[in-house]
């Protein structure tokens, strides 16, 4: 079970995972990313089972944002 911001548990099977398109097989060092209602989950694509982190979505907006523009 994975555990957003706002301390409620969400099933596993009701997160749609995204992995980046510039993923492939040859490159296994990859996270992936799913939404929330109020949250941005990120796990580790080789190791599932560890819990993933949660981070407020304005949060992880703002990290994508300060990521393009440096």
């Known amino acids: 079970m994975t ?6 548990a969400v099933e596993p099977g009701a997160i749609n995972w995204r992995k980046s398109s510039a993923s492939s097989s040859h490159n296994s060092d990859c996270i ?3 939404s929330t209602l109020d949250a941005t989950l990120v796990r580790d694509s080789k190791n599932r089972s560890i819990l993933a982190l949660s981070f407020p979505s304005h949060s992880w907006f703002h990290f994508l944002d300060s990521a393009k523009n440096h």
């Open 3 to 8: 555990t957003p911001s706002n301390g409620g």
């Open 32 to 34: 992936e990313v799913a």
